[in-house]
């Protein structure tokens, strides 16, 4: 894509399923938020309307497909519409949280591959480029015939983490396919590594079998990329516990906490669960003295502003 003259003029425009960080990486880039209206008709569809001149602006719309999924995935793509047809010249999609992701390949015959059909929505709305954060599986970039700037909130997890001042401790992988997000993390704090193995047997159930790695009397740490009912966080800190480990800490990106998480995690055995504003939480949840909320948007701020002056993003986690 060849570059504009005046694409260096950002603009960030949002839809309703996290306004909240959107004001805050706007605060960050001293930018101010774009002036849309997005709201439904009587009907329930929804409704869109560009209130600026966007003509040759590098746009970025930022919004977690989070609960409720459907509804803001479809503000997504109507806003992504509405910009390309105003002649932006550049809309990139800043999605916190990539819902459908947990459907990335077909485990069973005759089953969806939601990740790479939401990929496919995307581009043929008109996003020129993706900017993400924490994807529940990384070849999901591959989905995409665009480019991907897949970030990590890791710098975000792990300075909270360091000012806990722990010693000995030990990085906990959920299962098998997190190994590589908790050595990273391992890595980084200089601790140990451990592995949870478990069996699932349905969507949202899953049954610990055992632990491998020492864990008896260090301070553990599982970390994940999102939490959703809780259900396997749980089973996963009590086995922690059964262990001997203590004390016990839980870090997630991505706070999805559908059906009875609060009641789940509020009885967790763990001193402290880390969680950042990918999504926003509900109202219950604040309550919740477990939850520690940490902010993403400078980060992502940064990110959309190295992305605006073709700049390195990688080196962010350098």
Known sequence: MRRNANATRMKIFTGNANPELAESICEYLDQPLGDAVVRDFSDGEIMVEIAENIRGSDVFVIQPTCRPVNKNLMEMLILIDALKRASAWRVTAVIPYYGYARQDRKVTPRAPITAKLVADLLTVAGADRILTLDLHASQIQGFFNVPVDHLYAAPVLLEYLKSLGLDDVVIVSPDAGGVERARAFAKRLGAGLAIIDKRRDSPNVSKVMHIVGDVKGRPAIVVDDMIDTGGTL?????????????????????????????????????????????????????????????????????????????????????
């Open 234 to 318: 749980i089973q996963g800190l009590e086995a922690l516990e059964d262990a001997g480990a203590g004390p016990i800490f839980a870090t997630a990106t991505h706070p999805v906490f559908s059906g009875t998480a609060l009641k789940r995690l509020s009885a967790a055995p763990c001193e402290k669960i880390i969680i950042t504003d990918s999504i926003p939480l509900a109202d219950d949840f604040e309550n919740c003295e477990k939850i520690i909320q940490l902010s993403v948007a400078g980060l992502l701020g940064e990110a959309i502003r190295r992305i605006n002056r073709d700049e390195s993003v990688s080196s962010l986690f350098v």
